[in-house]
């Protein structure tokens, strides 16, 4: 699907990639993990990132092993909108006139949460085209396709207008790319004194270097971890002054101790995301912070 684009921006229908990011938009336009679909057929809210919360263990103790299914599936989607729900509070305030970024949108669940929270425009970006194609299709099942927009490009050069947008974020992406070259990208986008929040995983580099468990799981995401420290330099050369970090470790390891037992969702990477959470060599971090 084509998506005309808004006064000021640049086209941009096919994005520029590197081969590691074409390695990466091949792997997102054929991924049909049950882990993203199964949460979210529940109310079309397709998240692709991980939970928080204390999590309702008795759904464990169901004897029916389809409704044992049913309940597991409900719990983790109640835990995962749970974090889409963290990081929309920290966008705020804002109104319906303005304009939001989700860059790394995946099948767009959180631009949909922040426009049923505020009202507000929104403009999803996406390597993979079947993720733009399937979110833009959710967003027209919902009547809200003339408010919320998901774009098949590059969220490092995205042609969209600069200084329009009042927020935007990253849920579990910035490992997917070089960080100077995102925050530099958010920081046109953004409006002085707009915000931006991340959520995500980053390797603890008083530990050293990345630990074992850090390597798998790039290896499994064909990703590249960053450390926590270059998160707050690469912000800082790019004009993004942190107001609030938050470290999640603690509230998301309910979440992966009972995807584990979710036979019909484990992907085998849920062992070492809890012994690199325990370990102290990876955390799970929120950082908000203002355009200046």
């Known amino acids: 699907m084509t998506i005309a684009p808004d006064a000021g921006t640049k086209a941009a229908s096919v994005p520029t990639q590197s081969t590691y990011q074409t390695r990466v938009a091949d792997y997102w336009?054929?991924?049909?993990?049950?882990?993203?679909?199964?949460?979210?057929?529940?109310?079309?809210?397709?998240?692709?990132?991980?939970?928080?919360?204390?999590?309702?263990?008795?759904?464990?103790d169901e004897p029916d092993a389809d409704l044992r299914r049913e309940r597991i599936t409900t719990e983790l989607h109640r835990l995962e909108h749970a974090q889409a729900e963290l990081l929309a509070d920290r966008l705020g305030p804002l109104s319906p006139t303005d304009r939001v970024f989700d860059a790394g949108c995946g099948r767009g669940g959180g631009s949909v949460t922040a426009h049923l929270r505020y009202g507000c425009h929104a403009d999803g970006v996406t390597i993979s085209q079947k993720q733009a194609d399937f979110a833009n299709a959710q967003a027209r099942k919902r009547g809200?396709?003339?408010?919320?927009?998901?774009?098949?490009?590059?969220?490092?050069?995205?042609?969209?207008?600069?200084?329009?947008?009042?927020?935007?974020?990253?849920?579990?992406?910035?490992?997917?790319?070089?960080?100077?070259?995102?925050?530099?990208?958010?920081?046109?986008?953004?409006?002085?004194?707009?915000?931006?929040?991340?959520?995500?995983?980053?390797?603890?580099?008083?530990?050293?270097?990345?630990?074992?468990?850090?390597?798998l799981i790039n290896a499994h995401y064909i990703c590249d971890i960053h450390p926590?420290?270059?998160?707050?330099?690469?912000?800082a050369r790019n004009r993004l002054v942190p107001v609030h970090v938050e470290d999640l470790t603690e509230a998301t390891m309910p979440y992966w101790e009972l995807r584990r037992e979710a036979e019909?969702?484990?992907?085998?990477?849920?062992?070492?995301?809890?012994?690199?959470?325990?370990?102290?060599?990876?955390?799970?971090?929120?950082?908000?912070?203002?355009?200046?």
């Not at 070492?272 to 799970?284: C, I």
Request: proline share 1%.
């Open 228 to 235: 926590r420290s270059e998160y707050f330099r690469a912000m």
């Open 29 to 60: 336009n054929a991924e049909e993990n049950p882990v993203n679909l199964e949460l979210g057929k529940l109310d079309d809210l397709y998240h692709h990132h991980y939970g928080i919360g204390a999590a309702d263990r008795s759904v464990l």
């Open 144 to 215: 809200i396709d003339g408010r919320v927009r998901y774009h098949h490009r590059n969220m490092l050069d995205t042609g969209l207008q600069t200084g329009a947008y009042a927020a935007s974020w990253n849920n579990e992406s910035t490992m997917y790319v070089e960080l100077d070259l995102l925050f530099a990208e958010h920081a046109r986008l953004l409006r002085r004194g707009g915000r931006y929040v991340t959520i995500t995983g980053c390797y603890n580099d008083t530990y050293g270097r990345a630990s074992r468990e850090v390597s």
């Open 264 to 292: 019909h969702l484990v992907t085998g990477i849920e062992d070492t995301f809890l012994t690199a959470y325990r370990n102290g060599s990876f955390q799970y971090l929120l950082i908000a912070a203002d355009r200046v």
